[in-house]
């Protein structure tokens, strides 16, 4: 039997879909792909060009280097996909350097909506007119480039399906994850309790006390300062954020000011 769709779509336009494969198999998450929580259809756009060379680029006006990506094939694959999503208002996302950065606000975002159509960008980029009548928002990874966009949906896709209801072995598990919160997350320990690396050659190291008192009170708080210390050395613009968005309480503050700041 089919699983019951969630409702939650994903259309990706790529030149290469076989990239999406191995990840909705694999891992964790593909228990939101398999039980369709999050339903991801694959569109080559190869199979929208219009000559038996299957061609999706051309030249740059002005010359340059590379190649641009065409906006005839591409008008039809996102007219199909349109109408496969009986022309629902799922945003077109375009994965691009110039766009803004994804974060967890917008994972977020993702994962309460009904999905959007994500297209994946490769050579030189795409034709702008194409961009400029279609495109509904650009996201971007970071401050580097990528061969193609295929690796910025995949990233998406897998912080939006973590999100979905059964995915994750523990429910609460992302609720304690970095950016869940404003902050980032706190050092996590296991077993052994006293360790020396391999073959024992160097000074053993413990885990923190607190952890093994089993006192939950002194746990949580030691994990909250721990992640305010953490995010105060490494994303001050975080904790920033979180002050400005009222996330941080008053022991909090004390807690900076003593230890931090």
């Known amino acids: 039997?089919?699983?019951?769709?969630?409702?939650l779509r994903f259309d990706v336009i790529t030149l290469f879909p076989e990239?999406?494969?191995?990840?909705?198999?694999?891992?964790?998450?593909?228990?939101?792909?398999?039980a369709g929580r999050v339903d991801v259809?694959?569109?080559?756009?190869?199979?929208?060009?219009?000559?038996?060379?299957?061609?999706?680029d051309?030249?740059?006006?002005?010359?340059?280097?590379?190649?641009?990506?065409?906006?005839?094939p591409l008008e039809r694959a996102l007219a199909c996909v349109r109408e496969g999503r009986s022309n629902d208002a799922a945003p077109l996302v375009y994965f691009s350097p110039t766009g803004q950065p994804l974060d967890q606000r917008t994972v977020k975002m993702f994962a309460a909506g009904n999905g959007a159509v994500l297209l994946c960008g490769r050579y030189e980029g795409i034709d702008q007119r194409f961009l400029d009548r279609h495109v509904d928002l650009e996201l971007s990874l970071g401050d580097f480039v990528l061969?193609?966009?295929e690796l910025a949906a995949?990233?998406?896709?897998?912080?939006?399906?973590?999100?979905?209801?059964?995915?994750?072995?523990?429910?609460?598990?992302?609720?304690?994850?970095?950016?869940?919160?404003?902050?980032?997350?706190?050092?996590?320990?296991?077993?052994?309790?006293?360790?020396?690396?391999a073959g024992g050659e160097m000074k053993a190291?413990?885990?923190?006390?607190?952890?093994?008192?089993?006192?939950?009170?002194?746990?949580?708080?030691?994990?909250?300062?721990?992640?305010?210390?953490?995010?105060?050395?490494?994303?001050?613009?975080?904790?920033?954020?979180?002050?400005?968005a009222g996330q941080l309480t008053l022991e909090d503050e004390q807690f900076l000011s003593s230890n931090v700041e």
């Open 19 to 34: 990239l999406f494969v191995p990840h909705l198999t694999q891992g964790v998450t593909r228990r939101a792909f398999q």
């Open 147 to 149: 061969s193609g966009g």
């Open 205 to 244: 190291s413990s885990v923190p006390e607190v952890l093994t008192s089993g006192d939950h009170g002194r746990i949580e708080r030691w994990r909250r300062h721990r992640s305010l210390e953490l995010t105060a050395k490494r994303r001050p613009d975080l904790i920033i954020a979180a002050r400005v």
């Open 1 to 7: 039997m089919k699983p019951e769709a969630h409702g």
């Open 41 to 56: 259809k694959l569109w080559p756009l190869r199979d929208f060009a219009d000559d038996k060379h299957r061609r999706v």
């Open 154 to 197: 995949l990233a998406l896709l897998d912080a939006v399906a973590r999100l979905q209801p059964g995915v994750l072995g523990n429910s609460r598990s992302h609720q304690q994850d970095s950016f869940s919160n404003g902050l980032l997350d706190c050092p996590h320990y296991s077993r052994p309790e006293h360790w020396a690396g």
């Open 58 to 72: 051309d030249r740059p006006y002005g010359g340059g280097p590379g190649m641009v990506m065409l906006t005839e």
